[in-house]
């Protein structure tokens, strides 16, 4: 056993970019200055965030290990590199970690980490092969990082932009995932949509939740609380990507589609990475607006 194995049991990269999604909330939410102590919150909540998200990803490795022995070996845990009492012991350290340093902020954000901690152990040890309520579960925590931003900078008529768009493009990934999991999940007994009530269902469904993300994606420019040109571009780039590439990678027959889902989660990455260079941008001159304006 040593530290890096339980490094790697926290996933730090991923748990660094849940962390910075407060930020980016936080920013792309600012409508006044920012002040020394928004700013000091704004850490915290990167913090906690981040301490969280360790605590989620050691639940769910502890949760799945007879699995990971078959299909991760190499992992912490099943590796033997990190004991199953260590990893318990790690996620009860981290969980207790994320709520000290929301404390440091107040109630509103202990509540949050809470019942982001409570969410992702029901995820891992009762909902993950629940189908559509464990797709639900990943999409809301997806969203809660951008909410605590929204929180932290007390911005919260501005919040739900950036978390509805987490949580619609992740719900629609989660159920392309389940499409392209359905001959694996027949074999787990996962209660998916795909595997319940057919591909071309499941297919229509994500539909829905996409193209509901085109429809709300403009109004934060719309009804101008956003005013960035990169967000605009940001935009119209995803407008575009989602209403040409995802009709026509996924208008065909259903064995096709199940082919064809990796291009989807793809082009998908692609969208969620330029909304969050469009939500960050939008941060990043706002505070630049507020701060010398």
Same mark, same amino acid.
């Given at each position: ?8 049991? &926290? *996933? ?22 920012? =002040?020394? +102590? ?9 913090? +906690? ?13 502890? !949760?799945?290990?007879?699995? #990971? ?5 190499? *992992? ?8 199953? $009492? ?7 350290? +981290?969980?207790?970690?994320? @709520?000290? !340093?929301?404390?440091? @902020? ?8 809470? !019942? ?12 993950? *092969? ?19 931003? &929204? ?29 392209? #999991? ?20 499941? *297919? ?35 407008? &575009?990507?989602? @209403?040409? =590439?995802?009709?026509?990678? %996924? ?7 199940? $082919?064809?889902? +990796? ?10 990475? @330029? ?12 505070? %630049?607006?507020? =701060? !010398?304006?």
């Amino acid at each position: 056993m040593s530290v890096q194995s339980y490094f790697i049991l &926290g *996933r730090p990269l991923n748990s660094l970019l849940a962390g910075s999604a407060v930020a980016i909330g936080a920013l792309a939410a600012l409508s006044a200055p920012l =002040t020394s +102590t928004q700013l000091w919150y704004i850490i915290l909540g990167c913090i +906690t965030t981040g301490f969280i998200s360790a605590y989620g990803y050691a639940i769910n490795d502890i !949760f799945d290990i007879e699995i #990971d022995k078959i299909n991760v070996p190499h *992992r912490p845990i099943p590796s033997g590199n990190v004991s199953l $009492q260590g990893a318990k012991w790690f996620a009860i350290i +981290t969980l207790a970690l994320g @709520i000290i !340093f929301a404390f440091l @902020i107040d109630l509103v954000a202990v509540a949050l980490a809470l !019942f982001g901690g409570v969410l992702l152990y029901l995820y891992a040890g009762y909902f993950k *092969r629940s189908g559509f309520p464990g797709n639900l579960i990943v999409a809301l925590l997806a969203a809660i990082p951008f909410i605590f931003g &929204g929180f932290v900078t007390a911005s919260y008529s501005t919040l739900i932009y950036p978390a509805s768009f987490a949580f619609l493009i992740n719900l629609g990934r989660e159920l392309i995932k389940d499409i392209e #999991d359905v001959h694996g999940d027949k074999l787990e007994d996962v209660q998916s949509i795909a595997l319940r009530y057919g591909v071309k269902p499941a *297919r229509n469904l994500a539909y829905i939740i996409l193209f509901s993300l085109v429809v709300i994606i403009p109004f934060p420019v719309l009804l101008g609380f956003y005013k960035s040109i990169p967000f605009y571009i940001a935009v119209l780039l995803i407008i &575009g990507i989602i @209403i040409y =590439t995802v009709p026509m990678v %996924f208008n065909h027959p259903e064995e096709t589609i199940i $082919q064809n889902t +990796t291009a989807i989660k793809r082009i998908l990455k692609i969208c969620m990475t @330029i909304g969050v260079v469009g939500f960050m941008s939008e941060g990043l001159i706002n505070l %630049f607006h507020y =701060t !010398f304006s």
